[in-house]
């Protein structure tokens, strides 16, 4: 203990003059412990002894306080101990106050032994004072049968408008997930709501253990403007697939094709595409793509569904690359009702003209067709683009984004405010409705069909999302 000088007198000489104080006034002594010197340490010390013969106790050791400070209250044991903090220990009076930092006493205020009343699952901090900080609680954990778990946040900060049930792809390299803590094709992987209790629905589109994972999961809200709305990631159990696709996609998407493996509708209407030619196994701008020569490669939709049927809105929505842009290339087209003949009069399409996007149909199966084109904003051969197109048919107008940004809208002038109440007699992906001609050359990635007015906010969003360029931030690892 630092003795502010006196050395030369001697430590007992100082005590000298001081009579014995009585130490049941300690309780109501008040001390800043930033104002404290290391003499007036000393003579706290001197004071909380019982009698005179206590001081000489109080210094028998220069390089801590005496134990007389055993009876102190936690209050005053702050006080001594910041007061001799610059001898390198801490009073033996706190010792039994285990390893947790003083300092945590006025945050914690626990009312049992495992108390709710302070805990906080997202701030970090060990508010209920059991030795772990509150995430690792049982309580803030979904399901003690998973060991690990990632934070995912969710950026929508630029957006004005609100995402709900929105499908957010997760690419999950090996930063972003342990795969030596999963299961081997991701059976293991759930997502929690941020109430840590809502199990949402995921799709797994690929899983291949080292290559990046894509994963889909419907997120149930994120707030516009938002920085902070997340979901929670879990894994590290020996729990059987929890896929649910049909759910993932039940927000207006009447068919989703990820051009993978298969052709496949991943909506409850399995509206499965007929392959005609095209080949798979190609990188797409999420896992794989379908790739199209251009002149007589297409993929079928099917005769006599119900595609866009008495409908007041459609979005029409792919990734594409393609080969070439000259002339007419359709990437989506579904045909009115035509009886059992097959039809290339469209009632919904979207395609590229001569190196820019176009869309168009009609509402009736009787009316004209209707057609915009943005000629402001060509499309290169050879590079990913994201082409949407938005009809409106109740307010008769089209608007076409690329790459996430609205870049054209125009009046279309339907006969009527929604389509006919009829089936489709047949469409196609990458070709005319009865695939006959406008054959796409090039890859054709993330197909989506769906009878919903997408605001420009989700566009964007999907772009982002989908472009994997910062819509999510991965968490770290967190363990159970």
């Keep these: 203990m630092d003795t502010g000088g006196d050395s030369a007198i001697g430590v007992d000489q100082r005590y000298q003059d001081l009579a014995p104080r009585d130490s049941s006034a300690i309780d109501s002594w008040q001390f800043d412990a930033v104002q404290l010197d290391a003499a007036t340490a000393d003579r706290l010390a001197d004071a909380a002894t019982a009698d005179s013969s206590g001081a000489d106790r109080a210094v028998a050791d220069s390089s801590s306080v ?3 400070f055993t009876d102190l209250t936690a209050g005053d044991a702050r006080v001594a101990d910041s007061a001799v903090g610059d001898a390198g220990q801490r ?15 006025d945050a914690c205020q626990p009312t049992g032994p495992e108390s709710t009343a302070n805990r906080n699952c997202e701030d970090g901090i060990d508010n209920d004072c059991d030795g772990l900080t509150d995430e690792h609680d049982d309580a803030c954990w979904w399901d003690q049968g998973w060991t690990q778990r990632r934070k995912l946040t969710f950026d929508n900060a630029a957006r004005d408008t609100a995402l709900d049930d929105f499908p957010v792809l997760l690419v999950l390299s090996s930063s972003r997930i342990d795969f030596a803590k999963t299961r081997n094709t991701g059976e293991d992987l759930r997502f929690v709501a941020a109430d840590n209790q809502v199990v949402l629905a995921h799709q797994i589109e690929r899983y291949q ?12 809200h994120i707030a516009a403007r938002s920085s902070s709305d997340h979901i929670w990631m879990y894994y590290g159990s020996t729990a059987s697939n929890g896929e649910q696709p049909a759910q ?3 927000n207006g998407f009447q068919a989703v094709y990820h051009c993978a493996n298969n052709l496949d509708d991943s909506t409850a209407n399995a509206f499965n595409g007929a392959d005609h030619g095209t080949t798979n196994l190609v990188a797409g701008q999420i896992a794989q793509s379908r790739t199209l020569n251009g002149s007589n490669q297409w993929v079928g939709l099917g005769g006599n569904r119900n595609w866009l049927r008495n409908t007041s809105a459609a979005t029409l929505s792919a990734w594409i690359r393609p080969s070439a842009t000259d002339g007419d290339r359709s990437v989506i087209a579904i045909s009115i009702n035509n009886g059992s003949t097959a039809t290339g009069v ?3 399409y979207i395609e590229t003209f001569n190196g820019y996007v176009s869309i168009g149909g009609r509402a009736s199966d009787a009316d004209s067709e209707r057609r915009i084109i943005s000629d402001n904003s060509a499309i290169a051969a050879g590079a990913w683009h994201y082409v949407a197109g938005v009809i409106d048919y109740a307010s008769g107008r089209g608007t076409i984004f690329v790459d996430g940004w609205q870049i054209y809208d125009g009046a279309l002038d339907f006969d009527q405010t929604v389509t006919a109440n009829t089936s489709a007699t047949n469409g ?8 006959s001609s406008y054959y796409f050359g090039g890859n054709l990635d993330e197909v989506r069909i769906a009878t919903a007015l997408r605001s420009a906010a989700w566009i964007s969003a999907e772009f982002q999302s989908q472009s994997d360029n910062g819509f999510v931030l991965y968490g770290v690892e967190q363990i159970h």
């Design 346 to 348: 469209s009632r919904a």
């Design 428 to 435: 196609a992906i990458g070709a005319q409705d009865d695939g």
């Design 248 to 250: 993932v996609w039940s």
């Design 66 to 68: 005496d134990a007389t």
């Design 91 to 105: 009073d033996a009076a706190v010792a039994d106050s285990g390893p947790r930092d003083l300092g945590a006493v």
């Design 209 to 220: 253990e080292p290559n990046p994972a894509q994963v889909w999961v419907r997120v149930p």
